[in-house]
């Protein structure tokens, strides 16, 4: 029901826009988040948006360099990363947590669909 894709190989200093597509329900009432899983660590918050759009939430070490959004219409997220570092270099997932309330939160447990994931790498 998560869909993400947008994944690839860029050089130190590049961008990469992923996608989070959803599809076979509608996740208007839900905060989208962005996790990220480097081989031999545990998958990790990156970004978040609230239902509506209106608030985001970062990670502390992409701070100024991605940019997270939605577009309700298109029941896709997106994440901008640019400025990319080799540090972040992982395999990225969206997930999908119900929020009425506007909520953002970071913690894998509380997000209830995921997507499949997408590699990014980044060469120094």
């Known amino acids: 029901q998560l869909q993400a894709s947008g994944g690839g190989l860029v050089q130190a200093g590049g961008s990469l826009r992923l996608s989070c597509a959803a599809s076979?329900?509608?996740?208007?009432?839900?905060?989208m988040g962005w996790f990220r899983q480097a081989p031999g660590k545990e998958r990790e918050f990156v970004a978040a948006?609230?239902?509506?759009?209106?608030?985001?939430y970062y990670e502390d070490s992409v701070k100024g360099r991605f940019t997270i959004s939605r577009d309700k219409a298109k029941n896709t997220v997106y994440l901008q990363m640019d400025s990319l570092k080799p540090e972040d270099t992982a395999v990225y997932y969206c997930a999908a947590d119900y929020s009425p309330t506007g909520s953002l939160r970071r913690r894998v447990i509380d997000y209830d669909y995921w997507g499949q994931g997408t590699q990014v790498t980044v060469s120094s």
């Open positions: 948006i609230n239902w509506s759009g209106g608030s985001t």
């Open positions: 076979g329900r509608t996740f208007s009432r839900y905060s």
